[in-house]
Structure formats: C-alpha cells, structure tokens
C-alpha cells in the first residue's frame, strides 16, 4: 500500500438545525487504503461520509483531499472533484435505467470528456474484472441486484478514482452476494491504489477493511487496524 495520505479530516462537525450529526471527527487515508466506518442507524456515519466528499459542507474542521481544503474551492472546482477524482457506490445501485450496463459503467469517463469508443472499452474491461462483460448491452432492469451491484462498483472504479465513498455497498444484498460483490471490490480498490471509505453496520463487512472506526451519537472514534 502507497503510505501517502490522500485524505483527512480534522474536527469536522455537522448539525441539522439544532441537532448534532457530527462532534469533531478526525479521519486520515492513505493511498490504497480500505477504512470502515461502522455504527448504529442514525449515528451520523453517512452524514460524516458526505462531509468527506464535500457533498455536504462542515460547520467547523476542515476536510481535506491531496493536501487541499475542501473548504477554499468554489462549487465548480468540488463538482470537478467529485466527477473526477472521486467515485461512490450507492446501496442500491443507482444506475440510470436508459442506459445500458456497458453505458452507466462508462458515465465517469464520458462526463470527464473522453470520447466513447474508449470510454466503452474501459468499461469493459472493468466490467469483465468483476464477472458482468456479458451484461454489457442489458438494461439496469435486466440484471438482478448482486449483478447490478457489480455494476455500480465498475461504476465508481472505471476512472480510477483517488477516493471511493460506499455507502452501504451491500446493504440490499443476501449473504453470498454481499460478500462476493465486497471482495471483488475491495480487491479491485487496491490493485489500482483507490483508497475506500465504507460506511456499514455490518461488523462483517467492517472486518474486510484496514483501519476501523465506530461512530456512537456523532463521535467517530479510531479502532485500530485489522
């Protein structure tokens, strides 16, 4: 693994109104690196995900990405960002169901401006690492849910991104799917450096990862590695 930290957080909060999401979170990521943030419903670990991705923007702390505040660019510059250098996995897929397989897999690269023929073929090739190439031409509502999870993980690595941010990546999977979708997709992040941060309240999927955090009432405390 590249030891380089590629992303930080540092006394990051949050609020919705009057109530606390989250209290002073401290995270660092190498290159490479799989970090898992488990923790109860509601305990402000997605919240704390979208802070990371500059989806969301902090009330106090700061995050930031390759050494750069999140906080000092402007919403073109964070849109470029999240377009570019960063991929997500969403529980349920969110893949867009008029385009086909091969289409959706290849979205990154072509709203990165490459032309299609290439774009295409990268998704292939990423689609063929994770057993779905012969889905290619198959629309979203074609393919079962552990088939298009596959998917949205080609998805989120085709361009390979500095950061991937899963939310619940196997949340809506059975057992056998979850694990086999987790493993092609931890395994995949690594061969090609994409450090992951993996929001889940499965302790199994958490066990999976290199560093671990527990996030309690908007707390995120640091549980070591496995």
Excluded: W
């Amino acid at each position: 693994m590249n030891t380089s930290e590629v992303l930080s957080a540092n006394g990051v909060e949050l609020s919705y109104g009057e109530t606390p999401a989250v209290r002073a979170a401290a995270i660092s990521l190498c290159r490479g690196e799989i970090a898992a943030i488990t923790g109860q419903s509601g305990s402000g670990k997605s919240s704390l995900l979208y802070c990371l991705a500059g989806v969301l923007p902090v009330a106090r702390g700061e995050v930031r990405f390759e050494g750069r505040a999140l906080g000092e660019l402007d919403d073109e510059e964070l849109s470029g960002l999240r377009r570019e250098r960063f991929g997500f996995v969403f529980q349920y897929g969110e893949l867009i169901p008029e385009l086909t397989v091969e289409e959706n897999t290849a979205l990154p690269l072509r709203l990165a401006g490459q032309r299609k023929a290439p774009a295409l073929a990268a998704a292939g090739e990423v689609l063929e690492r994770l057993g779905v190439a012969d889905l290619r031409t198959r629309r979203p509502s074609q393919v079962s849910g552990g088939q298009s999870q596959r998917i949205a993980v080609a998805r989120a690595l085709v361009h390979k991104p500095a950061v991937v941010f899963a939310d619940e990546p196997t949340g809506s999977l059975d057992s056998a799917n979850a694990t086999a979708v987790l493993g092609e997709f931890l395994a995949l992040a690594r061969s090609q450096g994409t450090a992951v941060v993996l929001v889940t309240h499965d302790d199994q999927v958490a066990a999976q990862a290199d560093s671990l955090y527990i996030m309690r009432d908007g707390m995120l405390e640091a549980q070591g590695t496995s």
